[in-house]
Structure formats: C-alpha cells, structure tokens
C-alpha cells in the first residue's frame, strides 16, 4: 500500500524560505520518477519540479533558480527546497509519482505567501 504524507509549509513573507518533506511508504520511491505538485485556489493542479531516480531534474519555468528537488532514497524521502517566495506561491504542494497517479495523492501541505 503506497502513503505520501507531506509536510513543511507553512505562512512566510515574500522572499522567505521554506522545505517541503515528502515520506514514501510502499515500493514505489526507489525506481520511480518523484514530482512536486502544487494547486492554487481556483486553478488545475500542476507540476512543479519532478526528479529521476537517478538524480536528473525538471522545473516549472514559473520557479526555476528559486526551488530545489531533491530526494534521499535510502530514506524513501522526497524534499523541495523553495527560496525567494512570492506570493503567487501560494498553494497546497503534494508529492506524486511523475507522471502522477490517482491513487497515490496525499493530503499536501499548505504555503502561504504573505505580508
């Protein structure tokens, strides 16, 4: 049985930081491509960034040179490192396999950018 449970976010100012922490349970992290999602109020869900099992990456151009994907196999751990932050950041962000998979959403965890 495969569980995703996110956690880290929370309310910051713009141009703060904060790191997303993604723990896989299930055979699924080792061998598969990991993304981060994140849905705003009123919008589709999108990827954000998304890394191989062998470490190769891909960003949104909406937050490349500001966020960091990275991932500790060994410790079935997915992580997101977000610097300058702005306020259209604000989102749930979810972890995922890439491409996603229905039944494998957790609940997010929510990143608030804001004065």
């Known amino acids: 049985q495969v569980q995703l449970v996110e956690s880290g976010g929370g309310l910051v100012q713009p141009g703060g930081s904060l790191r997303l922490s993604c723990k896989a349970s299930g055979n699924i992290f080792s061998i598969n491509t990991m993304g981060w999602y994140r849905q705003a109020p009123g919008k589709q869900r999108e990827l954000v960034a998304r890394?191989?099992?062998?470490?190769?990456?891909y960003y949104a151009d909406s937050v490349k040179g500001r966020f960091t994907i990275s991932r500790d196999n060994a410790k079935n751990t997915l992580y997101l490192q977000m610097n300058s932050l702005k306020p259209e950041d604000t989102a749930i962000y979810y972890c995922n396999t890439a491409p996603r998979a229905a039944g494998y959403w957790g609940r997010g965890t929510q990143v608030t950018v804001s004065s």
């Open positions: 890394i191989t099992s062998g470490g190769s990456t």
